[in-house]
């Protein structure tokens, strides 16, 4: 049986590399191919979560970890489309997805 | 045998998504970035979360991905191969610190998990049951939020009444490559036909 820190060991190194593309890209898309990877590391842990979670009183096991990662898949898909219609609308406008280009209302 | 599994499983996860990071050409980007959450969805299959891993491949996979391809294909992203990745020392600096803090926080776990594993916890029935009873305001939430997405992505990415007009209809020589501004979005012509109709009802 592998023990749940292995799991979560695993979901913290691909959030810290979602990290990393999201600091290191330059390119809207590709910042938030970063965003998706963490979104999904986290949905590793809590998954692994509600595995090792105590059961309640009655004896079943609470269902909690694997609810979240439903409203989480859910809510990472409307926020990519949102996203990238932005993304779509800023290359219409601007013709670049360079984060650095789009700096009008930076100080 | 499960450990061998999870050991595959994992270590394709992190190859996988250090290509989708380093990887130059945007396509490749998000094709391993398929092969990564396809070893997630096995991951979530070894934890008995088989709707979970169902739901990973079809929305995540199947959809998400889908979404970053077209739109990549769409808006021909080609000045990244050349320009390369911005490595900063500081920035090595601050995912380290990260990856430690997340380190000790795994490492004094305490007593909030049991360290032995429940079993059988696979059936979709009770996660269904709790999604319709103690969760049923935010699964009710969740759906007004999709609407409101879908409300918000046809708002953005609809033309206004002088872009329709300089584009118009009869562009007929724009035929080598020339992306037009705006050239893309192929719902655009439907939805302001449809606005079209609503104004000239309305005058």
Redesign the interface.
Same mark, same amino acid.
């Given at each position: #049986?592998?023990?749940? !820190?292995?799991?979560?060991?695993?979901s $913290?190194?691909?959030?810290?590399? $979602?990290?990393? $593309?999201v600091? #290191?890209?330059?390119?809207i898309?590709?910042m938030? #191919? $970063?965003i !998706?990877?963490m979104l999904?590391a986290a949905?590793?842990a809590l998954?692994? /979560?509600?595995?090792?979670?105590?059961?309640g009183p009655d004896g079943?096991?609470? #269902? %909690?970890g694997?609810?979240f990662?439903? /409203?989480t898949?859910?809510?990472? *898909? *409307? !926020?990519?489309?949102?996203a990238?219609?932005?993304?779509? *609308?800023l /290359?219409?406008?601007l %013709?670049t997805?360079?984060v650095d280009d789009v700096a009008n209302l930076r100080w | 045998m499960a450990e061998l599994l999870f050991w595959l499983m994992g270590g394709g996860m992190v190859f996988f998504t250090m290509l989708t990071i380093w990887s130059r050409n945007p396509v490749h980007c998000t094709v391993f970035m398929i092969l990564s959450f396809a070893a997630t969805a096995g991951l979530f299959v070894m934890l008995d979360a088989y709707l979970i891993a169902a739901m990973e491949v079809l929305v995540y996979a199947g959809a998400i991905l889908m979404l970053f391809l077209f739109v990549i294909m769409m808006i021909e992203l080609r000045d990244e191969e050349q320009e390369g990745l911005r490595l900063n020392p500081l920035m090595l600096v601050a995912a380290a610190t990260f990856l430690l803090l997340l380190g000790r926080a795994v490492g004094d776990l305490g007593p909030v998990v049991q360290s032995q594993a429940n079993e059988m916890i696979g059936s979709p029935a009770p996660l269904a049951e709790a999604l319709f009873t103690r969760f049923v305001v935010p699964f009710e939430a969740v759906s007004l939020l999709l609407l409101g997405a879908i409300l918000g992505v046809v708002v953005l990415n609809q033309r206004s009444r002088d872009e329709r007009a300089s584009i118009g209809p009869a562009t007929p020589d724009a035929g080598g490559g020339s992306a037009a501004p705006g050239s893309g979005a192929p719902s655009v012509p439907g939805a302001g036909a449809g606005a079209g109709v609503a104004d000239g009802s309305a005058s």
């Open positions: #049986m592998i023990p749940l !820190e292995h799991y979560l060991y695993l $913290g190194v691909v959030f810290t590399l $979602g990290l990393c $593309g600091m #290191m890209r330059r390119n898309i590709m938030l #191919m $970063g !998706e990877i999904n949905n590793l998954v692994a /979560f509600n595995k090792y979670m105590p059961p079943t096991v609470p #269902m %909690d694997q609810v990662v439903f /409203f898949i859910a809510i990472a *898909a *409307a !926020e990519v489309a949102v990238l219609a932005i993304a779509v *609308a /290359f219409r406008r %013709d997805v360079n | -």
